[in-house]
């Protein structure tokens, strides 16, 4: 393998392309679309002299590797940002007594319909919500997603693709194969301590229901993908409805 090696011009540039994505996304407000554009809309928020330079950045780090860096998952595609994207709001979470409203999230059609009807039988079975903290993210935007967790881990690329999935081989930008990283009304998973999902009765109920409408857990304790243990990520595949 030849190591990718990050050069500090490309340090400044992806410090500031990060900075510049995240002040359009404040300035949405919750509501931020940003994660839904795709790449020309990605960088015409860049003004006409920084966009050669962004676009040459993102089209250089989309060749990274990840399979040089020990990921194993397989690569599904860039696939097109889908024109019926749902958008699900006013998720309210409970979090020690004070009210959280989710900011709203995008996701393919199919698997909402899907969710809709697991999250019905679910209120049934516990007579507790299931919410969506993060479903549909564009390839462009999962781009980005992985330029600010580079500049958070020091640009270390083999610690980050630990933790993000490069475009084209994460699940949140695959609609065929929607992932949905869920969260119950507490709030769990929390950022604090994301792995005892697994020690609440959402996610026990989910692993022996969530297979009936198509949801599967993607990544399981030691799976072969090489990816760490998320217990709060669940993909759906309609061909697996039961
Ligand atoms: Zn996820």
Redesign the pocket.
């Known amino acids: 393998m030849s190591p990718f090696i990050i050069a500090d011009f490309d340090k400044n540039l992806i410090a500031s392309v990060v900075d510049i994505i995240e002040a359009e996304k404040t300035r949405q407000g919750n509501a931020s679309r940003v994660a839904t554009y795709d790449f020309d809309g990605l960088y015409a928020l860049f003004s006409e002299e920084q966009r050669p330079s962004v676009e040459a950045l993102f089209e250089k780090y989309m060749k990274i590797d990840p399979l040089a860096y020990g990921f194993k998952g397989e690569y599904l595609g860039i696939v097109p940002v889908p024109a019926d994207l749902v958008t699900l709001t006013d998720q309210k979470c409970i979090i020690a007594g004070n009210e959280k409203i989710i900011p709203p999230q995008f996701i393919a059609r199919d698997a909402y319909d899907a969710y809709v009807k697991m999250n019905e039988a679910m209120q049934a079975a516990l007579g507790r919500p299931l919410f969506i903290e ?1 479903a549909y993210r564009s390839p462009a935007y999962q781009m980005f997603v992985l330029f600010y967790y580079l500049k958070q881990n020091d640009f270390d690329i083999a610690k980050t693709l630990k933790r993000v999935a490069m475009p084209g081989y994460s ?2 930008n695959y609609p065929p194969k929607q ?1 949905l ?1 869920v969260m119950n009304v507490d709030g769990s998973s929390t950022d604090e301590e994301p792995f005892k999902f697994d020690e609440t009765a959402e996610y026990q109920w989910l692993t022996e229901n969530a297979g009936r409408f198509g949801f599967t857990m993607s990544y399981p304790k030691d799976n072969p993908k090489g990816i760490m243990y ?1 217990p ?2 669940w993909s759906f595949d309609s061909r697996t409805v039961l």
């Open positions: 993060s699940e949140h992932a990283d998320e709060w990520h």
